[in-house]
């Protein structure tokens, strides 16, 4: 058989992923310099891309002049096209584009813009398209999606929530059944039947966790004996073969939206499948390392490192421990045993606070994802550490969990044959997700010039001044009947902004992780005359807020944000939900030194400076120390990702002689 034809029918691969090879030190270090080149490139790279729209816009004239059923023979054409040719040949992929951006015109009146184009076919040469919020990334993914899967790639568009993966999928949904593909999504409470009919189809929305612990669950099932050939021996031979058990088809070509959340800020924290441990902690236990944490001192018997979200004990500390172990049960025995209880109980004082990490409701304790705002309730902490909050928030204590299977994104995603992206916020991170991911980033221009207005930061001594000022902005606001959405870093300071609120009597939304499930309708309002919307960071990202008749001669909608978030990128996201697609818009922080950020990353004698220097300097020099307080977080989390990618790859190279570490 000839190479042609070869490249034309490659053998099928039942579970399909990319092995990632080990780089030697010298190649680790020629990947970081060459990054700095990666990255300066964008500009060059975004104008090649541009290319692509001459080429779409050759076929308009013969594309509206036919019917639609002979519109969908050409797409049909355009698949054949694409399957017979290695990759994704330019002209073929301006067709699709042509025959894809037509039927989006025709379904919905949605017609793609160039820089929509532009954005898409970036995905397609596999790298990470920066595109401004408000651009409509939901519609360019559809080109690339719809492109890939005509080419017969299993496709899976990859969202940060249950939500946007719903949303999306049922605004494109239109789109690819006039294309002859399906489309499945994934998300929370299915059933193993509905994943795994969800992921046959040709194109799957879902969230990156789900998808990753379904990949993860895959991988248990696979173990060591995962061969492609081993795989297809089983499906002749046994009745029920692993296969039939598998959730995913492999990992063929993804789209990541919202890329930065998932890809950079969510990889601090690895993928974990727990199952019920065989000890388990006593709710008297649990009492009694509670008590004995309340007794320990700080800086003595203890250290806190917060941004690690760790607790390292000092020898004093120890002695303590022990003391105290002598007059308790047989639970206490054993010296790991008993600073494991005490370690878990300082962490859950100290370190997860209800209405930050976590809500209790119905009577169990529920996680709060920190990225987005939204609660898993299918979640638990390992290693005893959930048993411990629970019976601090008086709960009945569940079974005791332990580790079953690890994974960190970076490794997840790096598996994928074709991995792509998009995200309005990427370039602060760019040398990162090519060191990383391979993925180069490419700025796409806006359709439209923008024109929100970032206002000043005010910075306020405290919080009692922080709420009195915002207050007076919100209340003002809203008597012109200007529409406001407070942007807060966690529940507990949502509910904060809405006593504020309640007792200035100004009418308000709340949307946190509290009322997740009135999400849609809350944020469907948050563009009307006079409203007034708290949120966390949930509605930071993908979620669109209309203005209402009348808002855009008011200014628009106007954003004030009340903490500043552990990254600059997050800060922009919130920004970025006004003054989309060239409406006007606001977007003004107001903020104390009181902030958490100050207490994360920020030393008390340059905050008590500050404060002495306010009368004289103004707010200056606050400002100065947020963002000097915001850079060290960022370089903080850098820094433990950086751990975490380093850990787990010699965790691989340990564990290479048994089979993968996962």
Known sequence: MSDAVSTRLPLPVLYAEREVARKAPLEELASGLLAYAVVAGSGRRSRRLANIVPRVNAFDTEFRALSDDALRLRARQASMSLRRRRGFPEDSVAECF???????????????????????????????????????????????????????????????????????????????????????????????????????ADITYCTNKELAFDYLRDRIILGQRAGNLRLKIEGLQDATP???????????????????????????????????????????????????AAALQPGSDYLLLSEQKRVVLTDVGRERIADFAEAHGKEWRG?????????????????????????????????????????????AWTDGLHQMIEVKERCKPSARRTTIARMTYQRFFRRYTHLSGMTGTARQVAREFWTVYRLPVVTIPTHRPRQRKNLIDRVLADEEAKWRLAVELIADLHARGVPVLVGTGSVACSMVASEHLANAGLPHLVLSAAQDSTEAAVVAQ????????????????????????????????????????????????????SGRQGQPGCFQAILSLDDPLVDFAASRTFKNLCLALGP???????????RHAQRRAERVHAGMRKDLLASDEKQSRTLAFSGRPE
């Open 98 to 200: 042509a025959v894809i951006r037509e039927l989006s015109d025709r379904l919905s009146g949605r017609r793609h813009y160039p820089v929509q184009l532009i954005g898409a076919y970036a995905m397609i040469r596999g790298y990470l398209a920066e595109m401004a919020t408000g651009e409509g990334k939901t519609l360019t993914a559809a080109l690339a999606a719809g492109t890939a899967a005509l080419a017969g790639m299993p496709v899976h568009v990859v969202t940060v929530n249950d939500y946007l993966a719903t949303r999306d999928a049922e605004l494109t949904k239109p789109i690819y059944d006039a294309l002859g593909l399906s489309v499945g999504v994934v998300i929370g409470g299915q059933s193993l039947q509905e994943r795994q009919a969800a992921y046959r």
């Open 616 to 626: 004289v300097l103004g707010e200056g020099p606050s400002r100065w120390l947020l």
């Open 335 to 379: 010296v790991i045993v008993r600073e494991e209880f005490a370690r878990q109980a300082l962490s859950a004082l100290h370190l997860f606070h209800r209405g930050e990490e976590y809500l209790v409701r119905d009577g169990k304790v529920q996680i709060i994802d920190q990225h987005t705002g939204r609660l898993m309730p299918d979640r």
């Open 526 to 577: 948050a563009g009307e005359l006079g409203r007034i919307t708290v949120a966390t960071n949930m509605a930071g990202r993908g979620t669109d807020i209309h203005l209402a008749e009348g808002v855009e001669n008011l200014g628009g909608l106007h954003v004030i944000m009340m903490e500043r978030h552990e990254a600059r990128r997050i800060d922009d996201q919130l920004a970025g939900r």
């Open 242 to 292: 692993r296969s039939t058990r598998l959730r995913l088809r492999g990992l063929h070509f993804a789209i990541v939206d919202e890329a930065d959340s998932v890809l950079v800020d969510e990889a601090r924290t690895p993928l974990v499948i727990s199952g019920e441990a065989k000890g388990e902690i006593s709710a008297n236990a649990a009492r009694e390392a509670l008590e004995l």
